[in-house]
């Protein structure tokens, strides 16, 4: 019998190309070296490791799949894999990877005037300028079109007032993807951090998600010129399409962290003795195990199959959430399963499953919670709009 990776029962590495396949690896062993000896302790200090975006930026991680400014022009399957790896170490890590490249860089690129990629692209895909993305607001993101902030024109100028909140990388941020009413519709603008009336309130007390930095964003009569406006774009679509490219992404990270808890459980379940054998010897464990691994494999074919969807150009955002759906779910559960396959030694940071499970809490509620997946997909059987 053949010997199967048990991590990946299918094979579906050979399904990747060459230069797929060295893109893993050059970031799986980032992720081995670099970062997972740091995530245990950012993670129990609630710190975004900071020394890593030079090293992630050195590597192609930021904006990955934009050609051009500097950034690395990668497939999307090729950005897939980072985020599947990013998060084997952790979802803050893939996070910050997400914001930058989907959600700031992609609408300065798909949106943005010529002008304002040169100005900022390249700097992003250095590292050198950090972005975040501000459209949920605090009364309700699964219904972003009830947005309050608003964008007023006076002169050459734009005038936002309101506010955001959950802003993955706020704090840390130099400058702002912020969306917000007009009397046009819905428009979006790059604000800069020095901006008089703009500020950033980190949200404490979290947690999930603790190695990464999630802040609240405030708008008081911020002075925007005309020259900040994403001009390319007009509508709710504007933000839903980052949010398909960001989304497409998670749909492969939390294969990462499902991997990385399988892995801990199966190295565990062989350690541990219990009534005279390895815990791994009995049955009801080997199921959980087996289960973890069916749904795995599906993932890993699911992420795939969407990949090549959208680098062939037929990626339909009905696709993507039945992916983030599926995909967040299946880690999710498998992360709680680990947790307790490792008793009281899976209540620590010094394990990696409940730091997971805790991540896995967020990453199922953002970019669009379960239910709102969910009833796209109802939505797209039925053609019945049910929000
Ligand atoms: P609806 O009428 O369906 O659509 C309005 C317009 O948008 C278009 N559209 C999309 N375009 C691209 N991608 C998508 N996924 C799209 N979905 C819709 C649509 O065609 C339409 O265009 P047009 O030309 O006709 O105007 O809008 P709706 O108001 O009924 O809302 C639908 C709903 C509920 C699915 C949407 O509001 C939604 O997705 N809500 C969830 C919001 C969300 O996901 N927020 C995430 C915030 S960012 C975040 O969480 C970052 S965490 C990052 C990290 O740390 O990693
Ligand atoms: P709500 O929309 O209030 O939903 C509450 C509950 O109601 C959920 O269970 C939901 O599924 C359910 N629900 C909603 N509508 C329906 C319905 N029609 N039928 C049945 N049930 C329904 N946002 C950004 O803009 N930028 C960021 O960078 C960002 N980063 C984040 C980082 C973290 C760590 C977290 C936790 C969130 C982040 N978010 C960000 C916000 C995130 O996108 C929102 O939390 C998410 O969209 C859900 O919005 P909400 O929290 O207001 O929940």
Redesign the pocket.
């Known amino acids: 019998m053949a010997n199967l990776n048990p991590t990946d029962l299918f094979d579906v590495r050979s399904l990747l190309s060459e230069e797929e396949q060295m893109i893993q690896d050059t970031v799986a062993r980032f992720v081995d070296e670099r970062a997972l000896p740091l995530m245990g302790a950012a993670f129990d200090q609630a710190q975004f490791p900071m020394e890593l975006i030079p090293e992630m930026a050195d590597l192609g991680l930021l904006g990955s799949t934009i050609e051009g400014y500097g950034c690395a022009g990668l497939n999307g399957v090729s950005y897939g894999l980072i985020c599947q790896e990013l998060e084997r170490g952790d979802a803050g890590l893939r996070?910050f990877a997400s914001?930058q490249s989907s959600?700031c860089m992609y609408p300065i690129y798909a949106y943005g005037s010529e002008e304002q990629k040169q100005r900022w692209l390249p700097d992003m895909a250095a590292g050198k300028v950090i972005g975040?993305?501000?459209?949920?607001?605090?009364?309700?993101?699964?219904?972003?079109a009830s947005m309050k902030t608003r964008a007023k024109r006076d002169g050459d100028d734009w005038l936002i007032n309101g506010s955001?909140?959950?802003?993955?990388?706020?704090n840390i941020a130099d400058i702002a993807i912020v969306?917000a009413h007009t009397d046009d519709g819905i428009m979006g603008f790059v604000l800069e951090k020095d901006m008089a009336g703009f500020e950033a309130q980190e949200?404490h007390g979290?947690m999930?998600?603790r190695a990464?930095v999630?802040s609240g964003l405030f708008f008081d009569n911020v002075r925007v010129p005309e020259a900040n406006r994403l001009p390319k774009v007009t509508g709710l679509k504007g933000?839903l399409g980052c949010l398909t490219q960001a989304r497409y992404g998670i749909t492969w990270g939390p294969i990462g962290s499902a991997i990385a808890c399988l892995t801990e459980a199966v190295a565990y379940t062989a350690d541990r003795k219990l009534f005279g054998r390895p815990l791994a010897a009995n049955q009801s464990i080997q199921i959980r195990l087996a289960d973890m691994a069916r749904r795995i494999t599906t993932a890993q074919l699911l992420s795939l199959q969407l990949g090549r969807l959208k680098d062939a150009g037929r990626m339909a955002p009905q696709q993507v959430s039945l992916a983030k759906w599926n995909n967040v779910r299946m880690a999710l559960d498998i992360a709680r399963d680990c947790r307790d396959i490792l008793g009281a030694a899976g209540i620590t940071v010094e394990h990696a499953a409940i730091r997971h499970m805790l991540n896995l809490?967020?990453?199922i509620?953002?970019?669009?919670?379960?239910?709102?997946h969910q009833?796209v997909i109802g939505r797209e059987l039925t053609g019945i709009n049910?929000?």
Do not use: Q, R
Not at 133 to 140: M, P, R, S, V
């Open positions: 996070s914001v959600l975040c993305f501000g459209l949920t607001e605090a009364h309700g993101g699964s219904d972003p955001k909140m959950w802003i993955t990388n706020g969306w949200i979290k999930s998600l990464s999630t933000p809490e967020s990453v509620t953002y970019e669009g919670t379960e239910t709102v009833l049910a929000f």
